[in-house]
């Protein structure tokens, strides 16, 4: 039995003006295991927010049921489920120590000034800001504050923990260093964790499975290289990652691969999971770092027209058989970077290029 499962979760709002309604969660499933650190994957207004506040109980579903450690908790209130919340903008009490802070809900609670001096201390040392409890939150970094938020949660012991974006308002560098302590955290602790964003690489570092939403609906879920190798659609392969889309025709199977026109030539690719017939059309992802350049006579000719050097990539736009395709290369001990116009060989990396039925 999952320890979280959303079941057939349906929230609609009142439309603006008072007529009809607008279907933020349509119909969502999903089995969540005790320990896993599950993200909810999508653009603004794909549903995810929504379906977050409705695990969280701060929205209640239209229909459907919440099932956490098999009891449905859908129709509780908030602090009647075991969960904690972390929240975009830290929602840290300016007028309280950073010890203060933490202790808050334990004080709430009632529990023993004992109890909450060390639970509190144990969170202290979990998030690496012993030596703090005194300051103000305006004493201290964005990242510490958002430390702040993280103890505040996990010193209530919740059976799930909630993340609503909580890294989006940190500069780059120090985002990148709290995916990786929040990830150290909830690794430790073991806590069965629900988080929210719209980045895509973060959800890539963070996640044991990825949620793909789109609409209100979930499109995919997966381990990160599964929704990034083997998209289930197109809106998948363009919201992950960046992908190219080559129109291709099958002209023959050979067991478990495709042979496939396109761009002028032929590829040979890996057959999907649904059965291809000759001639069926056919919608190929090619990755940017799928493209291998400098192939030999036998590749595919192409012409440069952007060249972009990134330090650790080079960027190049090619015209390949009248269609333009990104492709990036990091090959660090590359003299040369390609100049516009110059005709090159293409080729693809072996295994690298993913087939998709042609949406009717």
């Given at each position: 039995?999952?320890?979280?499962?959303?079941?057939?979760?349906?929230?609609?709002?009142?439309?603006?003006?008072?007529?009809?309604?607008?279907?933020?969660?349509?119909?969502?499933?999903?089995?969540?295991?005790?320990?896993?650190?599950?993200?909810?994957?999508?653009?603004?207004?794909?549903?995810?927010?929504?379906?977050?506040?409705?695990?969280?109980?701060?929205e209640?579903?239209?229909?459907?049921?919440?099932?956490?450690?098999g009891?449905?908790?859908?129709?509780?209130?908030?602090d009647?489920?075991?969960?904690?919340?972390?929240?975009?903008?830290?929602?840290?009490?300016?007028?309280?120590?950073?010890?203060?802070?933490?202790?808050?809900?334990?004080?709430?609670?009632?529990?023993?000034?004992?109890?909450?001096?060390?639970?509190?201390?144990?969170?202290?040392?979990?998030?690496?800001?012993?030596?703090?409890?005194?300051?103000?939150?305006?004493?201290?970094?964005?990242?510490?504050?958002?430390?702040?938020?993280l103890?505040?949660?996990?010193?209530?012991?919740?059976?799930?923990?909630?993340?609503?974006?909580?890294?989006?308002?940190?500069?780059?560098?120090?985002?990148?260093?709290?995916?990786?302590?929040?990830?150290?955290?909830?690794?430790?602790?073991?806590?069965?964790?629900?988080?929210v964003?719209?980045?895509?690489?973060?959800?890539?570092?963070?996640?044991?499975?990825?949620?793909?939403?789109?609409?209100?609906?979930?499109?995919?879920?997966?381990?990160?290289?599964?929704?990034?190798?083997?998209?289930?659609?197109?809106?998948?392969?363009?919201?992950?990652?960046?992908?190219?889309?080559?129109?291709?025709?099958?002209?023959?199977?050979?067991?478990?691969?495709?042979v496939?026109?396109?761009?002028g030539?032929?590829?040979?690719?890996?057959?999907?999971?649904?059965?291809?017939?000759?001639?069926?059309?056919?919608?190929?992802?090619?990755?940017?770092?799928?493209?291998?350049?400098?192939?030999?006579?036998a590749?595919?000719?192409?012409?440069?027209?952007?060249?972009?050097?990134?330090?650790?990539?080079?960027?190049?736009?090619?015209?390949?058989?009248?269609?333009?395709?990104?492709?990036?290369?990091?090959?660090?001990?590359?003299?040369?970077?390609?100049?516009?116009?110059?005709?090159?060989?293409?080729?693809?990396?072996?295994?690298?290029?993913?087939?998709?039925?042609?949406?009717?």
């Amino acid at each position: 039995m999952p320890y979280l499962s959303l079941q057939n979760l349906v929230k609609k709002f009142p439309a603006r003006g008072g007529s009809g309604e607008v279907l933020a969660v349509d119909n969502v499933s999903l089995d969540i295991e005790r320990g896993e650190f599950i993200t909810l994957l999508g653009p603004s207004g794909c549903g995810k927010t929504t379906t977050l506040r409705l695990i969280a109980g701060f929205e209640f579903p239209t229909s459907g049921k919440i099932i956490l450690d098999g009891k449905d908790v859908a129709p509780l209130p908030p602090d009647k489920r075991e969960m904690s919340m972390v929240f975009q903008s830290y929602a840290i009490f300016p007028h309280l120590s950073v010890f203060e802070n933490i202790a808050y809900g334990l004080k709430i609670k009632k529990m023993s000034k004992s109890d909450i001096k060390r639970r509190v201390a144990q969170v202290l040392e979990l998030t690496e800001l012993t030596g703090l409890e005194n300051r103000a939150p305006n004493q201290l970094s964005g990242g510490q504050q958002q430390r702040v938020a993280l103890a505040r949660a996990l010193v209530m012991e919740p059976k799930v923990l909630l993340l609503d974006e909580p890294l989006s308002n940190l500069d780059a560098k120090l985002r990148e260093q709290m995916r990786v302590e929040l990830r150290r955290i909830q690794s430790q602790l073991g806590i069965t964790s629900v988080y929210v964003t719209h980045d895509q690489v973060e959800a890539m570092a963070l996640s044991d499975r990825i949620v793909v939403m789109n609409r209100g609906r979930i499109e995919q879920v997966g381990r990160p290289w599964e929704v990034y190798r083997h998209p289930a659609n197109e809106f998948v392969a363009n919201f992950i990652g960046r992908a190219n889309f080559v129109d291709g025709e099958v002209v023959r199977v050979e067991g478990d691969r495709l042979v496939v026109k396109a761009l002028g030539g032929v590829m040979d690719i890996p057959q999907p999971a649904d059965e291809r017939r000759p001639g069926e059309p056919v919608r190929l992802v090619v990755r940017p770092e799928a493209i291998r350049l400098d192939a030999n006579e036998a590749g595919f000719p192409a012409i440069v027209r952007r060249s972009t050097y990134l330090g650790e990539l080079i960027e190049y736009d090619l015209e390949i058989g009248g269609q333009l395709l990104i492709a990036t290369e990091s090959d660090v001990v590359r003299a040369e970077v390609y100049p516009e116009g110059k005709a090159i060989n293409i080729d693809f990396h072996k295994n690298a290029v993913y087939c998709l039925p042609k949406a009717t």
